[in-house]
Structure formats: C-alpha cells, structure tokens
C-alpha cells in the first residue's frame, strides 16, 4: 500500500470522526449558552426580588416613622393637655392668695366689694401698672413681697393656662405686667432691641 493510499484510507476513517466531534462541540455549546441564558434569567430575577424587598423595606420604613411622628404628636398634644389642666386646676388657689393679699395692700380694691379672685387678680395688676411697677422691675419686689412670688408663679403658668382664663384675668394687661411677651420670640432681632429699649426707657421713667 502507498503512502496515497494510506493518507486517503486515514481521511477517509478521520474524517467522520471529526465531523461528529464538531456536531458535539457545536451542542455542547449550545447546551452552555443554554444554562448560561438560563442563570441569567434566574440572577434578573433575584435582582427583581431583591428590589421589591428593598422597596417594601423603605415603605415599612416611611410607615414606622409616619407611625411614631404621630405618636410622638399625640404624647405631645397629651402633655400640653395635662400642663394645661393642672395649670388651670392651680389658678384659682393662687388667685385667691393674691386676693388676700391685696386686703392689706390695696383694700381700695376689695373693700366693700364682692369680686371674684379672678377680677381682684386683674384690677391689682392694673393697678400697680398705674404706680409704675411690672413684674421685672426691681423695685415690686422690695415694695410689694406678699405679691412677687405669686405673681412670679402665675407667669410660669401663663403659656399653657387656657384663653378663657386669660381673658378673664385681662389678657393684654396682665402681659403687659409680667413682662410675658410672647409675640417677640417671633420678631427679628432688630424689632426685639427696640422693644427692649424701649421697655428699659418706661422704666427708667
């Protein structure tokens, strides 16, 4: 046998044996790119699950501050409401210890009159608005001690007493005499200089 014969006898016995292992080839790799496809989908899929469970923890978690916001202003409201309540519940003690002391103070105010605790309260710091004093000046303490730790407790109770009480008290009087401004906490710094120079100048005079 030629060495002709031998290469055609050795393509011819190769030959299908090479196409068949270009057939395998050919499906495994289609077979690979099949899984591969396959765990692609599968890591979208993850990726889409992790996202909606990142989502539903943001919105649990937007609820749960929503939650104690309203807690928080409920427990808030709650203790304005009790302050309020025990403020208005000790009023009516500390006007009539005013009231008894305007008897020896001021019996011009009392005498021969029935008043209610509240109207004596009113008409004394009216009236010691008339002879120059308020409730920062230096000298109502010294002049007028039965009535300075009173009237410096019913400040401390001012903000949260109720508006009826208030107003009963008069209001914008009584203000004006415990020194309570309120609307200044609200005004530029300039507008509260001024104010202040000018209560200092009402003073000095």
């Not at 992790?50 to 427990?75: C, G, N, P, W």
Request: charge should be negative; include cysteine; proline fraction near 4%.
């Amino acid at each position: 046998m030629t060495l002709n014969e031998v290469g055609d006898f050795l393509a011819g016995s190769f030959a299908p044996l090479a196409f068949i292992w270009l057939a395998f080839a050919v499906v495994l790799q289609s077979l690979e790119l099949s899984l591969q496809r396959r765990e692609l989908e599968l890591s979208r899929n993850v990726a889409n699950e992790s996202k909606d469970a990142i989502r539903a923890q943001a919105e649990e978690a937007r609820r749960s501050a929503d939650y104690f916001d309203v807690q928080t202003k409920l427990m808030e409201a709650q203790k304005d409401r009790e302050e309020r309540e025990e403020a208005n519940d000790e009023l009516p003690g500390l006007c009539v210890q005013i009231r008894e002391a305007a008897k020896n103070a001021f019996p011009v105010i009392t005498a021969g009159r029935s008043l209610h605790e509240y109207d004596v309260v009113r008409e004394v710091a009216e009236h010691l608005l008339t002879l120059g004093y308020d409730l920062e000046g230096p000298a109502f303490p010294q002049d007028y001690p039965d009535f300075s730790d009173k009237f410096v407790r019913l400040r401390e109770l001012w903000p949260v007493l109720g508006q009826s009480a208030k107003i009963h008290l008069g209001m914008f009087q009584m203000e004006e005499f415990l020194c309570y401004r309120e609307a200044e906490r609200n005004r530029p710094d300039g507008d509260k200089s001024e104010t202040s120079s000018q209560s200092s100048g009402m003073g000095a005079e």
